[in-house]
């Protein structure tokens, strides 16, 4: 296969699943949001910590029928009063037990919008070009294969070059 086409599909490729995996997986979490959001409950929480990364996590306490529970959310949209996110002050805490147990400080309708509107269009750019990169693979090595199957000389062993000849013929005596 041609150097430049191969470094190409094989970006296409990498590209496609990665498009693919990440879209995926949003879209299996705006789902999920989506589920959890019919079936969502509210109580008051407090903020109890931030942890510092790569992206800021908001880690929260609250109370559902008088079982404490925590829990942590990148998000923190839900202040009861201003900077409560940043000052350990109370917020409202969204919780849902379908599809499973999950909360969060932010509403599981918009978690659920913000996850596919990332999600689906990764997805749809993603599937396509991986499959179409795949099957450019795998229809240029099979290509490669039948050139070398058709080909005499490389089915024989015999070289192509007129320097070497093709068979030597030792005489007897000589």
Not at 118 to 142: E, R, S, T, Y
Not at 145 to 155: F, L
């Amino acid at each position: 296969m041609d150097g430049l086409l191969s470094r190409f599909l094989a970006i296409c490729l990498f590209f496609g699943l990665l498009g693919t995996a990440r879209g995926g997986y949003l879209c299996v979490k705006g789902h999920t949001y989506a589920v959890a959001a019919q079936h969502e409950a509210t109580t008051v929480g407090r903020v109890v910590g931030i942890y510092k990364g790569r992206s800021p996590a908001y880690h929260y306490v609250f109370s559902v029928n008088g079982v404490k529970m925590d829990d942590s959310s990148e998000i923190c949209a839900t202040p009861l009063v201003p900077g409560a996110c940043d000052h350990n002050g109370a917020v409202t805490v969204y919780y849902s037990y379908q599809p499973y147990s999950n909360s969060r400080l932010e509403d599981f309708a918009v978690a659920s919008i913000e996850a596919y509107r990332i999600g689906k269009p990764m997805l749809g750019i993603g599937l396509p070009l991986f499959i179409l990169a795949f099957a450019a693979i795998v229809n240029q090595a099979h290509k490669e294969i039948r050139e070398r199957d058709q080909d005499p000389d490389a089915k024989k062993g015999r070289s192509k070059s007129d320097v070497v000849p093709d068979s030597i013929h030792i005489v007897p005596g000589e």
